[in-house]
């Protein structure tokens, strides 16, 4: 017994053995991982840069906008109305592109928003058509019937006036 006791407890601390340095080699890594991913003098060096590109680029903005705010002002009656020419135009072409695609995908089959409801109206037109229909044809034969007793009639008219004239 004092045998097994021995056994279970030299595999214990051959486990925890184990887990400790499995968690040593973890943190060695995540170390590692820290140190490769530390801002180096190069890093920093760019980041300056890339700050020094950004605030010059906004230093040329604010001066460009001063320098050309009388010319703006002076032409603000031709650029105002261009302007505005111009964003009812971009607006316009971005509601035909729209409308164009809403087409293709309804006429490729697609479901686009809103096709049930050109659906149900295609629909009532369909029906309303073939009501139509139904009813034209029970009076089309009163009216063909009406216009050949109107062309009899004509007819009758004409002969009598023939008699009248040659009486």
């Known amino acids: 017994m004092a045998d097994q006791a021995g056994r279970a407890a030299e ?28 801002p180096r003098a190069t890093k920093a060096l760019g980041i300056l840069a890339a700050l020094a590109l950004a605030g010059t680029v906004i230093t040329v903005t604010v001066v460009g906008f001063i320098i050309a705010s009388p010319f703006l002002l002076f032409f603000s009656p ?38 049930d409801k050109i659906d149900t109206v295609r629909r009532r037109i369909a029906e309303s058509a073939h009501h139509l229909s139904e009813k034209t044809q029970g009076t089309g034969g009163d009216i ?24």
């Open 11 to 38: 595999q214990a601390r051959d486990k925890s053995g184990r887990a400790v340095e499995a968690t040593r080699d973890k943190s060695k890594e995540v170390i590692q991982r820290g140190k490769s991913s530390a």
């Open 78 to 115: 031709v650029l105002v109305p261009l302007g505005t020419l111009f964003v009812i135009g971009t607006g316009m072409f971005a509601v035909f592109c729209s409308a164009v695609s809403w087409l293709y995908q309804y006429m490729r089959g697609g479901h686009p928003p809103g096709s």
């Open 144 to 167: 063909s019937r009406y216009l050949q007793d109107a062309a009899k009639a004509s007819f009758a008219a004409e002969l009598l006036f023939v008699f009248v004239v040659m009486w």
